[in-house]
């Protein structure tokens, strides 16, 4: 098996602040991923790190290894325009430092279509049969076929047919692509807290051929693992072409595209596609009818018999579900507790225990401040529980009023991510979450001194996009309490109690 060994160190990846250590952002000064010294000091250092390591082991292909070639940065050119010349600077000198690593293997950037010309920009995508490199004398590669996608917390799980990702996979070698790799191939699990985010399930299964529990998923494998025997038939037409191959208009939406030479026209293979999605045709090439369904690619290994149709399923196909078991406990579990466990291992033995974590901050270790901590500055990314706790006096006058009158009293956040519970005077009066949403939640109080506790709750480092350094989570902006008699309550830079909240980490 060949390697691209992607370094980053940014690497997107649905990952927690996109591989990136969170200490990272506490450096002074530093601005991440554009012509900033401290980040491509600390950049460097960790790329040459990687470089170092592999070759230390004899992995690069030079070396006899199974590298054969690296990647610097990741999808840099979605946000670059976003830091205007100090990142076209970043991207020069990004290229240049990888480069001199002299890693003896090509350096690649993806989505970079201002790449310099000591690299080689790819293409991300569900589609890259219209990629072209930047520069003539490239291979056209494209290192993330998106086969499926993450799933978010309350939404729906993603689906991509495998008719369309094997068409898009041979459209791609029917258009002269030389190099493709499926993002994700082998789905997986993001453990404790490594998912990105927001909202990012721990579950990374991507509808992957093989899923989330090392299981083929079928038609998906089989129809794929079809594909990849019959492009390996054509290997020998495929690599017989120096450019382009042979283009021939079978029609409208109807295109072949042929790789053989004059030198050899019995090494030859073609590609017949139909691009329509919605209508079926039949075509003529080399004197035979063929008949090519909506949107799909027929591959002629021997340009005269059809081997493979992208729409046309041949694998096992199979749904996999999850059955119920009455399982062995020490313990009887939990009312509110359900399980679904595969039969093999109905007779687990479980000792279920139950545990309730008091409302509000407990114990030591508290800070105090006289206005809104930002989150992740506070717990280090340590744990995704804050506490955010004030009191304040009501008194008996705007008590009475209150009882007169149907207007309630209201808290009022201004921004907050990404996931909210509000504890009023020990009761839990609502759970909210999003991304900076702001809050407007009608609350009961008593006469006298109350308590709001507000948990806050990180789900997942944000892990896309430009200027992470500042992007941050918690409540910021103005807290106020509304619909008081005596009128509005600006809770802002009352006496806040903060508490790192360690033994409810997921």
């Known amino acids: 098996m060949y390697l691209n060994l992607r370094i980053g160190p940014y690497v997107c990846a649905e990952w927690n602040f996109g591989g990136f250590p969170v200490w990272l952002r506490d450096i002074p000064g530093i601005e991440f991923r554009t012509d900033n010294k401290q980040f491509k000091d600390e950049m460097e250092t960790f790329t040459k790190f990687i470089v170092e390591k592999m070759r230390a082991r004899a992995l690069f292909a030079q070396q006899g290894g199974p590298i054969i070639m690296a990647q610097i940065e990741n999808e840099y050119g979605n946000i670059e325009w976003e830091y205007g010349q100090p990142g076209k600077q970043y991207v020069k000198w990004a290229a240049n430092m990888a480069e001199g690593l002299d890693a003896g293997v090509p350096w690649i950037m993806c989505q970079q279509g201002d790449a310099p010309l000591n690299v080689i920009n790819t293409c991300n995508g569900y589609y890259c049969d219209g990629f072209t490199p930047n520069a003539p004398g490239r291979p056209t590669m494209w290192t993330e076929d998106w086969n499926g996608w993450y799933q978010l917390w309350g939404g729906l799980v993603p689906h991509r047919p495998v008719q369309d990702n094997a068409f898009a996979v041979a459209r791609f070698y029917q258009r002269g692509g030389t190099f ?8 997986g699990t993001n453990f404790e807290r490594t998912s990105g985010g927001p909202f990012i399930t721990t579950s990374y299964d991507y509808d992957a051929p093989i899923d989330e529990y090392g299981l083929v998923r079928q038609p998906k494998w089989g129809h794929l693992k079809d594909l990849h025997e019959v492009l390996m038939r054509c290997e020998s037409a495929l690599m017989s072409v120096d450019d382009e191959p042979e283009y021939i208009s079978l029609g409208r939406n109807l295109e072949a595209h042929v790789y053989t030479t004059a030198a050899h026209p019995e090494i030859c293979a073609a590609f017949l596609a139909n691009i329509d999605s919605s209508s079926s045709a039949v075509v003529e090439f080399r004197g035979t009818k063929y008949e090519l369904p909506a949107w799909s690619v027929s591959i002629l290994p021997d340009c005269k018999t059809v081997a493979y149709n992208t729409a046309k399923i041949h694998a096992q196909t199979s749904l996999m579900t999850m059955k119920r078991n009455n399982l062995k406990t020490r313990n009887p579990k939990p009312a509110d507790v359900d399980t679904l466990i595969e039969s093999q291992v109905a007779t687990i033995e479980l000792d279920w225990e139950k545990q309730e974590e008091p409302i509000g901050i407990r114990g030591g270790n508290t800070i105090t401040a006289h206005n809104l901590l930002e989150q992740i500055n506070t717990t280090k990314d340590s744990s995704d529980y804050l506490w955010y706790t004030t009191r304040f006096q009501v008194s008996k ?29 020990g009761e839990l009066s609502g759970s909210f979450s999003g991304s900076w949403f702001s809050l407007n939640h009608s609350i009961k109080l008593k006469e006298g001194v109350n308590e709001i506790a507000l948990l806050c709750m990180t789900m997942g480092i944000q892990n896309y996009g430009a200027f992470l350094e500042k992007d941050g989570a918690g409540i910021k902006g103005k807290v106020q309490v509304t619909g008081l008699g005596s009128g509005v309550l600006d809770l802002t830079t009352s006496e806040w109690v903060y508490q790192v909240v360690t033994n409810l980490d997921l």
Do not use: P, S, T
């Not at 493709?180 to 789905?187: A, D, K, T």
């Not at 008590?399 to 209201?410: P, S, T």
């Open 397 to 425: 006058e705007d008590i009475k009023e209150l009882q007169g009158r149907k207007e309630d009293v209201r808290l009022v956040l201004e921004d907050v991510r990404d996931a909210l519970h509000v504890f009023v005077n």
């Open 180 to 187: 493709q790799n499926y993002y994700m191939y082998f789905g």
